[in-house]
């Protein structure tokens, strides 16, 4: 049996949860849907870009970070290093959630909003196509390879590009508005 490395909100920069917490929650969401023969196991590689982009969406719309572990420039993209370190063992490989052992996690309402907004949206993505995503995004490609990147870099760019009509009051310019009828 694995087990991710459980450490108190407190022991992480004042974090809300740790990044171990995070991605048992993904792992164990995801399972509900390798159940219904709609998803595959989560692999360590695709894990790794859904905790950045849990991390880069929080920052952007919560304006707090979801976890204090650090995001690093690995050359396959944003690794935080205590979740690679649990689950390498699994290589290329889907996780199974059976082989973990738990990791307590109580999610408040908007956080756990925000996780499955990121799953929805990314988890459509082959791990490859994800390192390929991360791999043309500013705060991989500005950061120096085995380096922190730097927290104000991702919210800047999720801010400025993945959340950008969020923010710049354009969300819903792409939907047509229907004209009421004059006809009666």
């Known amino acids: ?3 991710l490395n459980y450490r108190r909100e407190t022991d992480i920069m004042s974090a809300k949860y740790t990044a171990e917490q995070i991605a048992y929650w993904f792992i164990t969401y995801n399972q509900k849907f ?15 870009k859904l905790l950045y982009y849990a991390q880069g969406s929080s920052l952007a719309l919560n304006g707090y970070s979801l976890f204090g572990d650090p995001l690093l420039a690995w050359e396959y993209g944003p690794v935080v290093r205590s979740v690679y370190d649990a689950c390498k063992v699994f290589g290329a490989s889907g996780i199974d959630p059976q082989s973990m052992g738990a990791v307590p996690l109580k999610l408040d309402a908007m956080d756990e909003a925000l996780l499955k907004g990121v799953y929805d949206k990314y988890n459509k993505y082959s791990a490859s196509g994800l390192i390929n995503r991360t791999h043309s995004e500013k705060p991989w490609s500005e950061t ?5 990147i730097p927290q104000e870099l991702i919210k800047d760019f999720f801010v400025n590009t993945e959340y950008r009509k969020v923010f710049d009051g354009t969300l819903f310019d792409d939907i ?8 009666r």
Not at 34 to 48: A, C, F, R, Y
Not at 144 to 148: K, L, S, T, V
Not at 176 to 183: G, H, L, Q, R, Y
Request: net charge negative; aromatic share 4%; glycine share 0%.
């Open 176 to 183: 047509p508005i229907a004209e009421p009828s004059m006809n």
């Open 144 to 148: 120096a390879r085995n380096q922190e």
């Open 34 to 48: 390798v159940e219904m023969n709609e998803s595959d196991l989560i692999s360590p590689l695709k894990l790794q």
């Open 1 to 3: 049996m694995v087990y």
